[in-house]
């Protein structure tokens, strides 16, 4: 009997298994590393998500967790600068507004120019025109070509006396004798008038000042003149 009926299979007992190939072994996954700063990032979007909830907005949780664009910031700081410099330029037109006219100054009465065509004007100009003569005569030796010892002493007493009549004049300027022969240079240079700007009196200064020095060197071709008639004629 039991050789025609098979052992029947228990339905508690587990059915065999296969083996299982041997697997291989998965290589070990590094430990990740917290970034602080995305931990940061993640917080400070979260606060803002909280406080964008809490106020009742939350649609602008994603406007507001979005970082502002560059161009955006450039754009806001240059309309905050024009709205400064407007506000700085009304205040300069107002405190302009607000400052009193300046006084307008009346031009400076140019004075009198002093008189050249008078006696002593003509004089002056006329000696100083005949001491220049003498002057150059006497350094070109021009009283050797005269024949007589009296013409000689002549011409030189004449030149000294020239000279020195000059020399009188541009050097105490009498009567205002420099000046006289000053202005009637001026009177070339900027008319029948007086030195009005410091750059004119400066001028006028320089001139008369060159007029003494020349009247310095008429009183030396005096002397010369003189001791030449005097000493050398002996």
């Not at 004007?121 to 003569?133: H, K, M, P, Q, S």
């Not at 003494?212 to 005096?222: H, K, P, Q, S």
């Amino acid at each position: 009997m039991t050789g025609r009926f098979p052992t029947p299979v228990n339905a508690a007992q587990e059915p065999p298994t296969r083996a299982r190939a041997p697997t291989s072994p998965q290589p070990a996954r590094e430990a990740s590393i917290p970034c602080p700063t995305s931990n940061l990032r993640s917080d400070t979007r979260t606060m803002i998500s909280e406080r964008s909830l809490t106020a009742g907005g939350g649609d602008t949780l994603s406007a507001v967790a979005e970082r502002e664009h560059p161009a955006a910031r450039a754009g806001r700081f240059v309309r905050a600068a024009a709205r400064a410099g407007a506000a700085a330029a009304r205040e300069y037109e107002k405190q302009a507004a607000e400052r009193p006219a300046p006084a307008t100054v009346s031009p400076a009465v140019a004075p009198p120019a002093l008189r050249t065509n008078d006696l002593l004007g003509r004089t002056v100009f006329v000696g100083f025109i005949l001491a220049l003569l003498a002057l150059a005569l006497a350094a070109l030796r021009v009283e050797t070509l005269l024949g007589s010892h009296a013409a000689r002493l002549l011409f030189r007493l004449a030149a000294a006396v020239i000279l020195l009549v000059e020399a009188y004049l541009l050097t105490s300027n009498w009567q205002g004798a420099n000046q006289r022969l000053a202005q009637r240079l001026l009177n070339r240079v900027w008319g029948s008038r007086g030195a009005v700007t410091r750059r004119e009196k400066s001028f006028a200064r320089v001139l008369r000042d060159l007029l003494t020095l020349v009247g310095i060197a008429f009183l030396a071709g005096a002397v010369f003149e003189l001791l030449a008639a005097t000493i050398g004629s002996s």
